[in-house]
């Protein structure tokens, strides 16, 4: 079933269920802070949450974490649940496009934000502290038992001097450490999708596979500013682009309040919708013929990627059996400035191979998002400019070192039964070479964030600058890298955001509402 089985709310494909209805909310995109966001804004509102997606849910590709990488290989299916996409520079990446969004095809390693992250955020530590607990007490386990690569691993991360060995923990903390998943013992994933069935059931509707295309904003013409009413999507697999739906929000009698729309799209979904509504720099719109409505040149900025590099293990025979499996085992390494983990990824049935992987935790390069076309289901063009800061190829470099040491430890020697031969330094271990094994093997780490930076497209409390009553709340938001992996993060900021609307409006409490129709 849709909802696999759970209770769930009322999730439909049919864009006749939904359309010219109205909602105290809409959130677009059921993503990683999407589904919290609509899961606690229930509580006190009807939501309609607006996915480009399918359900997670009977699909064992997502599932079962033994399945884990087999969607790796591209496809430009467009009903697929992986998205992949090529930064302008040339690099691979996926994008998930399915209710739970890239926590649906993702790693599922969790740890929390540092302290210094969320305070620079300006966020309130005790909300956030009980947002993070939300999510774990929902979607977060403890590893049952380390897979022995992830075993040999934490040997070789504290060989290697990654220390101390911190144990199991969920704070982003200096050493090695065993960290939580959204994956639970039988290897079944929880995506954010499953945060859904902790709301208000009855107020949440779900539309899947429906594109929002852009936010219907009107201006009020008495100087005030323009307000967002709702949102005009397609369906996500229909050949015919003319048949475009439109949902409204409610506007409660006697008060002015109107709830919002709340843009959770991603790191290229949300800056992209954006743009399509007539929010971004006006030349780039006119280029595509779309009706500018707040000249901005910051949308589509400050988007950033973690540069990584992975190193496969050469082995035996006998252990590319072993089925494959997300991380347990992270280290954060020279003073907080590198990340480094392992994976056993599959490369046909019955083949995985065995890699150490580790990424740039602060990159202080960013890039650009910009349209490649008025559609919504075509991915918008984006360059990352990676290593466009000479500083973050030197980090680059202490990665391709710390990755090396860790390969050629004593105890994944004795697991692999053989040591590995050099391969970044096989060129010779000179920093200018080494700069160039950057250059030539980066990839992307998959933390991409930005887009809609707090304090240039949004202000403090998530709102658009110029236009009332539209949000943006998801990974483009995010000013820098949490450093650590961001899933936690994110979730937490869907709930977060999320309770402090439920504190900020009451007019919810009124019974009756007036509907607005364009
Ligand atoms: C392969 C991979 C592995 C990763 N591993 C880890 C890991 O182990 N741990 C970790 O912490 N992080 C990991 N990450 C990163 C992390 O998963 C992402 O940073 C995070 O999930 C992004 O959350 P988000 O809410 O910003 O976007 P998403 O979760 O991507 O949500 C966006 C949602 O919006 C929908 N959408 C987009 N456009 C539209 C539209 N026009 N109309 C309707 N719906 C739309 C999408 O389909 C999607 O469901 C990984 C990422 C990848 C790609």
């Not at 409660?252 to 954006?274: C, Y």
Request: with cysteine.
């Amino acid at each position: 079933s849709i909802t696999g089985g759970h209770t769930g709310p009322f999730m439909t494909s049919d864009v006749n269920e939904v359309a010219g209805k109205s909602f105290d909310y809409i959130v677009v995109g059921g993503g990683t802070s999407g589904c919290p966001l609509v899961a606690t804004l229930s509580k006190s509102y009807s939501v309609l949450l607006v996915e480009r997606g399918g359900s997670p849910y009977g699909n064992h590709l997502i599932e079962n974490e033994s399945s884990m990488g087999f969607y790796n290989v591209p496809t430009n299916e467009p009903a697929y649940f992986v998205e992949p996409f090529v930064s302008e520079e040339g690099v691979p990446n996926v994008r998930g496009r399915v209710l739970g969004g890239t926590t649906a095809i993702n790693g599922g390693f969790y740890g929390r934000a540092g302290q210094d992250f969320i305070e620079k955020a300006g966020w309130d530590g005790e909300l956030v502290k009980d947002a993070y607990e939300w999510v774990e007490s929902k979607v977060v386990f403890k590893p049952y038992k380390l897979i022995p690569w992830q075993s040999v691993v934490k040997e070789a991360f504290v060989e290697a001097g990654v220390t101390p060995f911190n144990g199991y923990t969920l704070d982003h903390v200096e050493g090695t450490k065993i960290g939580g998943r959204i994956f639970d013992e039988n290897g079944k994933r929880h995506s954010a999708a499953d945060l859904l069935m902790s709301g208000d059931c009855k107020r949440i509707t779900v539309l899947l596979n429906a594109t929002v295309q852009n936010v219907i904003i009107e201006h009020a013409g008495d100087g005030q500013r323009p307000r967002a009413h709702g949102v005009r999507f397609i369906k996500s697999h229909s050949t015919n682009s003319d048949d475009v739906y439109e949902v409204y929000l409610n506007q409660p009698k006697r008060t002015g309040s109107w709830g919002d729309v709340i843009l959770s799209a991603g790191a290229l979904g949300s800056p992209q919708i954006l743009m399509l509504s007539g929010i971004g720099p006006h030349e780039h719109l006119k280029h595509f013929n779309i009706p500018p409505l707040i000249h901005t040149t910051q949308v589509g900025n400050g988007i950033q990627d973690n540069p990584g590099l992975a190193v496969v293990m050469n082995m035996s025979q006998a252990l590319h059996k072993q089925s494959a499996g997300g991380p347990q085992v992270e280290g954060v390494a020279n003073g907080f400035r590198i990340i480094i983990g392992s994976v056993t990824a599959p490369i046909s049935v019955n083949v995985t191979v065995k890699g150490i992987v580790a990424k740039v935790a602060n990159p202080l390069s960013r890039g650009v998002l910009r349209l490649n076309s008025t559609d919504p289901k075509q991915n918008p063009l984006v360059k990352f400019n990676y290593f466009v800061e000479e500083s973050d190829l030197d980090e680059c470099v202490e990665v391709a070192r710390l990755i090396e040491r860790v390969a050629r430890t004593k105890s994944v020697e004795m697991y692999l039964g053989r040591k590995q031969s050099r391969i970044v330094t096989r060129g010779g271990s000179i920093k200018e070479k080494l700069k160039e094994f950057c250059k030539k093997n980066m990839m992307s780490y998959s933390h991409y964030h930005g887009g809609c930076l707090v304090g240039s497209v949004v202000d403090e409390d998530y709102k658009v600058f110029g236009v009332e009553g539209l949000r943006v709340i998801d990974g483009s938001t995010l000013l820098d890298s949490p450093g650590t992996n961001p899933m936690a993060t994110l979730m937490m900021l869907g709930r977060y955001q999320g309770r402090k609307d439920a504190k900020r409006k009451t007019w919810s409490q009124e019974k009756g509402v007036i509907s607005y129709k364009a």
